[in-house]
């Protein structure tokens, strides 16, 4: 019987982010076009006859505890299930925290997948990603992975085929912004047209395999919000830019960029670039790296690798 896991956890960016109105209940309806980096978490998950929950990170400002994501998904599915006996959790991050890349998410998508194969649960994929809203809007998309369109608070989605190959390099600045500040600051009724990102145009250029068309419209309404505050967001955008990007963006409610680079070389150049830039403060994590289009395997009574 397998009594241990050891899981990717990975990370996603926004190739596009709108937002379409405030409802009622205070909730933002978004239209995002989700996309999974090459970027992960490393997660061990062990089976232990003592009951209860542990979990455990290498960061002292991720939480343990109740307070993580990870330790809500192990104990929904405990619960539901009544389960008697226990897991342990170490998460090693990677993905930067708090930074508009689901870092939380993803770790708790990776978890659901790993409660449902130590404990023989037998639950698809539809069904791990139904238990997941529960836990927050973007765990649903964290199961599923690869490119999608994500809509309503970001619980609807709609699978894309996957976007063509590129170079990535992502950039956090030392800043911290909370996602709730960033959508509260948003005005969307009184957002001039041109700042909305062209969604509808994007997915189209995800169909056609059209990297220049999904350049073209990279956009992020939050920018409108982060940007003008935080000045580094703009100064590692341009350093993208000076050297080679093809397009930059802010990712989710940020603070991380991301560039997309056609040529692998200018990549790696921006990589040095942002890794020297204001000795290595300007970004204190920088990485090179990809899109990562494998979906999620169907997850029934599965074994391996996650
Ligand atoms: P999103 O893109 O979904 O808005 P984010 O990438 O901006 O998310 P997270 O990395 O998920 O943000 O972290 C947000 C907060 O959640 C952190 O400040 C941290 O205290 C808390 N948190 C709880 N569990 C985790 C976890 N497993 N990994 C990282 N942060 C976690």
Known sequence: MTDRLELRAYGKINLGLDVVRKREDGYH??????QTVNLYDRITMERVQEAGI???????????????????????????YGLTDGVNIKIRKFIPVAAGMAGGSTDAAAVLVGMNRLFRLGLSKRELME????????VPYCIL????????????????????????????????????????????????????????????AIRRKDLDGIISRLGNVLETVTVPE?????????????????????????????????????AGKAYR??????????????????????????????????
Do not use: W
């Open 273 to 306: 670039a942002l890794k020297a830039a204001q000795d290595g403060r300007l970004a204190r994590q920088v990485y090179l790296t990809g899109f990562f289009n494998a979906r999620q395997p169907e997850t029934k009574n599965q074994e391996g690798e996650g």
């Open 145 to 204: 992975r690869g490119t999608a369109l994500s809509e309503g608070i970001g619980e609807i989605l709609t699978e894309l085929p996957p976007a063509p190959k590129c170079s990535l390099v992502l950039a956090k600045p030392q800043i911290s912004v909370s996602t709730k500040a960033v959508y509260g600051k948003l005005r969307v009724s009184e957002l001039s047209p041109t700042k909305h990102p062209d969604i509808d145009g994007m997915v189209e």
């Open 54 to 80: 542990r979990t455990e990170t290498n960061l002292s400002y991720v939480p343990d505890g109740e307070g993580n994501l990870a330790y809500r998904a192990a104990k929904l599915l405990m619960e539901e």
């Open 29 to 34: 309806e978004v239209r995002m076009i989700m």
């Open 230 to 266: 935080h000045p580094e967001i703009a100064a590692i955008k341009e350093l993208m830019l000076e050297n080679g990007a093809d397009g930059t963006l802010m990712s989710g409610s940020g603070p991380t960029v991301f560039g997309i680079f056609k040529a692998p070389e200018s």
């Open 131 to 138: 238990r997941g809203v529960k836990l927050g809007a973007d």
